[in-house]
């Protein structure tokens, strides 16, 4: 593909913030396909003789684009596309957003709706293979929180990031993912608590007992009820920690 002469087709900027506008002109092209994840961009003076702007504004523009994890800068000063991956692209929002006792009840009303949908759809879409899969990590489940509240903690991702997988939805994955990401560092305060895991263990039970039946409304309760029960672990992991009321 040539990029420059992508660049040199587009129109003159209007009357705005031009490296703001330049960095919005680039997720256009992002956004429409014209770049795509690991492609090379430019360098700093095509871009700016192409976008008829200077090369200190194209800078700033590209650094604002690389806070934001859209490109990156490689060995040689030239900048990439980066994999446009949901970790890469959640993770400023992640730095942004902090979990404390003041939006912990809303963390976890968002995820209830969002992990509620996803649970939703599995229990149209699950298939015998999948749910023999959940199955195994449920007993695997069990095993592990007994023993090993570590591996228990990388399990009830795997289990998580499967149900989002079930559901079909790539946005509604992607943004589940990155809530699930959230405040995580209290739930790891919290699992270890006596009872904590057991608990989990037992709601996974209770979640993939509830997709067996293919209700979607059922299924939907069993997350609400396990989701519920982490909020308040989490809450009282942050008590635990010291977190300013």
Same mark, same amino acid.
């Given at each position: 593909?040539?990029?420059?002469?992508v660049?040199?087709?587009?129109?003159?900027?209007?009357?705005?913030?031009?490296?703001?506008?330049?960095?919005?002109?680039?997720?256009?092209?992002?956004?429409?396909?014209?770049?795509k994840?690991?492609?090379?961009?430019?360098?700093?003076?095509?871009?700016?003789?192409?976008?008829?702007?200077?090369r200190?504004?194209?800078r700033? &523009? $590209?650094?604002?684009?690389? /806070?934001?994890?859209?490109? %990156?800068?490689?060995?040689?000063?030239?900048?990439? +596309? =980066? *994999?446009?991956?949901?970790?890469?692209?959640?993770?400023?929002?992640?730095m942004?957003?902090?979990?404390?006792e003041s939006?912990?009840? &809303? $963390?976890?009303?968002?995820? /209830?709706?969002?992990?509620g %949908?996803?649970?939703?759809?599995?229990?149209?879409? +699950? =298939? *015998?293979?999948q749910?023999?899969?959940?199955?195994?990590m449920?007993?695997a489940?069990?095993?592990?929180?007994?023993?090993?509240?570590?591996?228990?903690?990388?399990?009830?991702?795997?289990?998580?990031?499967?149900l989002?997988?079930?559901?079909g939805?790539?946005?509604?994955e992607?943004?589940?993912?990155?809530?699930?990401?959230?405040?995580?560092?209290?739930?790891?305060?919290?699992?270890?608590?006596?009872?904590?895991?057991?608990?989990?263990?037992?709601?996974?039970?209770?979640?993939?007992?509830?997709?067996e039946?293919?209700?979607?409304?059922?299924?939907?309760?069993?997350?609400?009820?396990?989701?519920m029960?982490?909020?308040?672990?989490?809450?009282d992991?942050?008590?635990?920690?010291?977190q300013?009321?």
């Open positions: 593909m040539n990029t420059i002469k660049f040199e087709d587009l129109e003159p900027f209007s009357r705005k913030p031009v490296s703001e506008r330049v960095a919005n002109r680039l997720l256009e092209l992002i956004r429409t396909g014209n770049l994840a690991g492609d090379k961009l430019p360098t700093e003076n095509e871009l700016a003789a192409a976008m008829q702007v200077s200190p504004v194209v700033e &523009a $590209l650094r604002g684009l690389s /806070i934001l994890g859209i490109v %990156e800068s490689r060995q040689g000063g030239r900048c990439y +596309v =980066t *994999d446009l991956s949901p970790s890469r692209l959640v993770a400023p929002i992640q942004v957003i902090a979990i404390d939006n912990v009840d &809303a $963390l976890y009303e968002a995820r /209830i709706s969002v992990e %949908e996803i649970l939703k759809l599995a229990a149209e879409r +699950v =298939t *015998d293979i749910l023999a899969r959940l199955k195994e449920v007993k489940g069990y095993e592990l929180a007994a023993i090993d509240g570590t591996g228990f903690r990388v399990l009830d991702l795997e289990f998580h990031q499967l989002m997988e079930i559901s939805n790539p946005f509604l992607r943004i589940a993912r990155s809530l699930y990401d959230l405040g995580i560092e209290y739930r790891r305060v919290a699992s270890e608590t006596p009872g904590v895991i057991a608990r989990s263990a037992a709601e996974h039970d209770a979640i993939v007992k509830a997709l039946t293919r209700d979607p409304d059922r299924a939907a309760e069993a997350m609400r009820t396990h989701l029960s982490i909020a308040r672990t989490t809450y992991a942050m008590k635990t920690l010291g300013p009321k």
